[in-house]
């Protein structure tokens, strides 16, 4: 008797288990909703072939914007009905204001006609125009935006459904980290060692240890480009960062020189946490994490544009001298540019906690 009783709960449990997961599986297959994998900016430059810049051929490549078909929050962009979600990236090129998506089907035959045919719709006021273009095995659509944007993304019915929010919107803790220099503009460069090359380094070291963080951080640049200093203040303007960091590395005449200082925005105050209680933490937490030499603080001067021009508590640490022979080995050296990104964090975190 208690057998069967037994095997009759069983019975009902594997019922309810099957009814539930059968469930599932028909909201699933009805809704069809899926979230699109997307890359930052940041993420998208290391790529060795997804980030090359797409050539737009002629004004034939514009896409259409049906700016009267807008009763829905969302921006839509249909797609082929051969593409499936896994073939479909969004990359976020904050620094450019542009949206891409690219498109690496299986097959690429008509594709390039697909975007002459149908326009994008919706909420287009983000938007300011779409152009696209085909390379190799790839389709690209490039949006450019009015502004800095993030954005929530779902594929449903072979359309691609954008939300696009102010970053304010998404993270409570924003931040702007600005390696100086980049492309022509090496910055101090004694026998090939060049200042542009080592900012980077401490940038990427830096992205390491804040990926594990709550807080948003927008890169001027990850690779060696250079963008002008009006759009790395910008950046920080359209973000609302909490605060700019520029890394930096010194020079002098006399090669006896050393140390770390830091520079600040003395045009730009606000009560509390301003520009130089954010210079004081950078430079002690990086003397600290390297055990090094501290030559204080320095009042930003018409050469330091991007720290001047900041509208947001600002200031830039220059990790040490290249022309000092002792700073410029340890300059090169990865164990010691780790040391000088877990100086910044340091003082990342501690000025959250003001």
């Not at 480009?225 to 759009?231: F, L, T, V």
């Not at 220059?318 to 700073?327: A, F, M």
Request: aromatic share 10%.
């Amino acid at each position: 008797m208690q057998q069967n009783k037994l095997m009759i709960r069983m019975a009902i449990y594997c019922f309810v288990f099957v009814a539930t997961a059968m469930g599932a599986m028909l909201y699933y297959s009805a809704n069809k909703i899926i979230v699109v994998a997307d890359v930052a900016q940041d993420d998208a430059v290391q790529s060795t072939d997804r980030n090359v810049p797409v050539a737009v051929v002629e004004d034939k490549n514009r896409i259409s914007i049906d700016r009267s078909n807008n009763n829905t929050s969302y921006f839509c962009i249909p797609l082929p009905e051969s593409v499936r979600v896994e073939e479909v990236t969004i990359e976020n090129h904050y620094m450019d204001r542009e949206l891409w998506i690219s498109i690496e089907p299986k097959e690429m035959s008509g594709l390039n006609k697909f975007y002459e045919n149908n326009s994008v719709y919706g909420n287009s006021a983000s938007v300011l125009e779409g152009h696209f273009d085909v390379e190799r095995q790839r389709i690209c659509l490039r949006f450019e935006l009015t502004d800095v944007y993030e954005y929530h993304s779902i594929f449903e019915d072979n359309t691609l459904y954008v939300e696009f929010m102010a970053p304010k919107e998404v993270y409570d803790k924003i931040i702007v980290i600005d390696p100086a220099y980049g492309s022509d503009d090496t910055g101090v460069s004694i026998e090939g060692i060049s200042a542009k090359d080592i900012t980077l380094e401490v940038a990427k070291a830096l992205k390491t240890k804040l990926d594990e963080t709550d807080v948003k951080v927008y890169y001027t640049r990850m690779d060696d480009s250079n963008p002008d200093a009006e759009s790395r203040v910008k950046l920080a303007a359209a973000t609302k960062a909490d605060m700019l960091i520029r890394i930096e590395v010194a020079g002098a005449e006399s090669s006896k020189e050393y140390g770390t200082e830091a520079v600040y925005n003395s045009r730009f105050f606000i009560p509390g946490f301003g520009s130089i209680e954010l210079a004081d933490l950078l430079e002690h937490e990086v003397v600290t994490a390297i055990s090094g030499k501290a030559n204080g603080l320095l009042e930003a001067g018409e050469d330091d544009t991007v720290i001047c021009d900041a509208t947001v508590p600002a200031a830039a640490i220059k990790v040490g001298y290249l022309t000092n022979s002792q700073e410029a080995i340890l300059l090169q050296r990865e164990d010691y540019i780790q040391r000088i990104a877990e100086g910044i964090y340091q003082a990342i975190i501690k000025a959250y906690e003001e």
